[in-house]
């Protein structure tokens, strides 16, 4: 059984390599899965349900302190370590470092 | 037959996927749990999966907080069912909790009402037998997430009528469900069969021929699942998957149901799945 990152173990990663770097080993953990290609659509190759994208949701919106409103909540926004962290960067307000 | 306010027995697991159903629906709901507690955190969950409908289906209806709130009465008084035009039951899956509920359910809902027994193993016929509406009673065999998951496992029990069905059937109709009707046995079809891959995989598991992440991954990947065999345990509540396995056992007295001692062991440890956030897998931060 593994136990996948907590929330505590982050620190709210500042720059964008940080937060690529924490969702992806949040993801890995949580699929248990040793990698991934970042562009890899985690819902259509089957190695996450789409139940996943509410756990992976939670876990941004939590460890980065960003509020998901309605209109966020596009599966589109956590298909992937790279789309994920294009959204936590976009709410956070980076324009890309 | 129009329902206005459907009572739903039991706000675990289950019962929260069946109320988050019925709001998104439109329908009212009289939610009866033994504790305030139970209730206030299970009407948190139905406003979180009202909430993530957006992320997850792109059918469902999109309703508010207000809305779903507006839809939901939370009581510990199982009189306040009388006003239900439909009950579900989703209690704990054990007869010693189910039958003096029945009893009680028949004799405070109106006489035309019909009971659908959200059981995962126990007999409708059994179930029905505890009430003076056996007729009424019909097996619903909801399976999480509820509200994600268009078909059904339908029940008929041994006086189950036509018409009990057609008003199941309505209701789904309002609720967007197909129905696959099966005939009472234990465990049904689902269940006597999806149990055995559970218990099998954890048997698997605590012999060491693979992890539990290897066991989930041939099932996605190799068969195709949406889920794997522990993963789906998880999702279900491991006390759950054992009390239907003692409840399978003890129907057919036959030794392939003997619950495998790592999953009992979990459920001593308090490792009960999604729901504590640790069962064969962990989950940190449902």
């Not at chain 2, 009402?113 to 505890?130: E, M």
Request: proline share 3%; aromatic share 6%; net charge negative.
């Amino acid at each position: 059984m593994h136990t996948p990152t907590s929330e505590s173990t982050v620190a709210h990663p500042e720059n964008a390599a940080q937060v690529k770097e924490t969702i992806r080993r949040f993801i890995l953990s949580s699929i248990r899965m040793a990698r991934l290609d970042d562009d890899a659509n985690l819902f259509e190759s089957g190695v996450a349900n789409s139940l996943f994208a509410v756990q992976l949701m939670t876990f941004v919106e939590k460890t980065f302190a960003i509020d998901v409103d309605m209109d966020d909540l596009d599966i589109e926004n956590f298909k992937s370590v790279n789309a994920t962290t294009a959204f936590v960067l976009r709410k956070k307000g980076h324009l890309g470092d | 037959m129009e329902f206005k306010r459907i009572g739903v027995l039991g706000a675990g697991n289950i019962g929260v996927g069946v109320v988050t159903d019925l709001v998104l629906h439109g329908l009212c709901t009289v939610v009866v749990d033994v504790s305030d507690e139970i209730l206030a955190s299970a009407q948190a969950a139905v406003l979180n999966n009202v909430r993530c409908v957006p992320l997850l289906s792109k059918t469902l209806p999109r309703i508010t907080r207000d809305e779903a709130l507006r839809r939901m009465v939370l009581t510990t008084r199982l009189q306040d069912i009388e006003s239900c035009d439909f009950v579900i039951e989703n209690v704990t899956e054990d007869w010693k909790v189910k039958q003096p509920l029945y009893e009680a359910m028949d004799r405070v809902a109106r006489p035309e009402v019909c009971f659908g027994a959200n059981t995962s193993c126990i007999s409708i016929t059994q179930i029905a037998g505890a009430t003076r509406r056996s007729a009424q009673v019909i097996g619903i065999h909801l399976m999480n997430p509820v509200h994600l998951k268009p078909t059904v496992e339908v029940i008929r029990g041994f006086h189950t009528s036509q018409q009990t069905l057609d008003t199941l059937l309505q209701l789904f109709s309002v609720l967007r469900k197909e129905a696959i009707v099966v005939d009472d046995s234990p465990g049904f079809v689902s269940n006597r069969i999806s149990h055995l891959f559970m218990n099998e995989a954890a048997f698997v598991l605590q012999d060491d021929v693979a992890t539990a992440a290897q066991i989930d991954q041939v099932f996605k990947q190799c068969f195709g699942h949406k889920m794997g065999p522990l993963e789906t345990a998880d999702l279900i509540g491991l006390d759950t998957v054992v009390r239907s396995l003692d409840v399978l056992y003890e129907s057919f007295h036959d030794p392939k149901y003997r619950c495998c001692p790592l999953l009992r062991k979990l459920v001593h440890a308090g490792h009960l799945g999604r729901k504590t956030g640790k069962g064969f897998h962990a989950y940190p931060d449902e």
